[in-house]
């Protein structure tokens, strides 16, 4: 994982892409692991009853995809102060997911370097389906 620095980043420049291919069994151990069982994230018969054109990813599993992409992004000496998304689309596992962001702003508060950036998630024709926010820390080269 890449260290970045403060000093390093510039207001407009991209967050590194992070690509995520979710399946159907990632879906199930996803509802064991945060006790999410409603069964239109695993049991397709349910979810096409329901209107849905398939089952698809939790809400909340999304988000952890842009917390991995702004984790990933910080390094092990930055720090995410928050982050949060809105769900405003359905992704369905067997299809890849791109988690994206851009830098809107950095500046020094009270001594601790911030970034703030424009996350979200968008599927493989490029509609954004959780668009988001994430503040980080990052450290000073020096």
């Given at each position: 994982?890449?260290?970045r620095?403060f000093?390093?980043?510039?207001?407009g420049?991209?967050?590194?892409?992070l690509?995520?291919?979710p399946?159907p069994?990632q879906?199930?151990?996803y509802?064991?692991?945060?006790g999410?069982?409603?069964?239109?994230h695993y049991?397709?018969?349910?979810?096409?009853?329901?209107?849905l054109?398939?089952?698809i990813?939790?809400?909340?599993?999304k988000?952890a995809f842009?917390?991995?992409?702004?984790?990933?992004?910080?390094?092990?000496?930055g720090?995410?102060?928050?982050?949060?998304?809105?769900?405003?689309?359905?992704d369905?596992?067997?299809?890849?997911?791109?988690?994206?962001?851009t830098?809107?702003?950095?500046?020094?508060e009270?001594?601790e370097?911030i970034v703030?950036?424009?996350?979200?998630?968008?599927n493989e024709?490029?509609?954004?389906t959780t668009?988001g926010?994430a503040i980080?820390s990052?450290?000073n080269r020096?």
């Amino acid at each position: 994982m890449e260290q970045r620095y403060f000093e390093d980043i510039e207001e407009g420049s991209e967050v590194p892409t992070l690509r995520k291919d979710p399946t159907p069994q990632q879906l199930v151990k996803y509802a064991g692991a945060s006790g999410d069982f409603y069964q239109i994230h695993y049991d397709v018969n349910f979810a096409k009853n329901n209107g849905l054109p398939d089952i698809i990813l939790h809400g909340a599993l999304k988000n952890a995809f842009l917390g991995q992409l702004m984790t990933d992004y910080v390094g092990f000496d930055g720090t995410l102060k928050k982050l949060s998304c809105q769900y405003r689309a359905m992704d369905i596992p067997g299809t890849p997911v791109f988690a994206k962001g851009t830098v809107v702003k950095k500046y020094v508060e009270e001594n601790e370097n911030i970034v703030e950036c424009e996350i979200w998630l968008e599927n493989e024709e490029g509609q954004k389906t959780t668009p988001g926010y994430a503040i980080v820390s990052l450290p000073n080269r020096s």
